[in-house]
């Protein structure tokens, strides 16, 4: 059973960091893009950042110069460094990743169960 597990969400000031993290675990055979998405109240689910296994990274217009996705191939993790906050951040955060297991021939897309993040003074 592959499965993704976020941590690292919280209470944050306008302004302040936070570091998300999401590990993946389970029999791998291989991991291809990850991303971060996020779903506010009563919007839609929407791409935050995403990462190809290679390292090339693709942010959403919002969250420019503000977020970074980073990765850990080797310890099949991805990371979401959150600076400058905004109270418009506020989502749940969820994981996703598209993770090939040994007994299958394709890659099959994988979500985690997301973490909340609240910016607010």
């Known amino acids: 059973q592959v499965q993704l597990v976020e941590s690292g969400g919280g209470l944050v000031e306008p302004g302040g960091s936070l570091r998300l993290s999401c590990a993946a675990s389970g029999t791998i055979f291989s991991i291809n893009a990850m991303g971060w998405y996020r779903q506010a109240p009563g919007k839609q689910r929407e791409l935050v950042a995403v990462?190809?296994?290679?390292?090339?990274?693709n942010y959403a217009d919002s969250v420019k110069g503000r977020f970074t996705i980073s990765r850990n191939n080797a310890q099949n993790t991805v990371y979401l460094q959150m600076n400058s906050s905004k109270p418009e951040d506020t989502a749940v955060y969820y994981c996703n990743a598209a993770i090939r297991t040994p007994a299958v021939y394709r890659y099959r897309e994988v979500w985690g169960q997301g973490t909340l993040v609240t910016v607010s003074s």
């Open positions: 990462i190809s296994s290679g390292g090339s990274t």
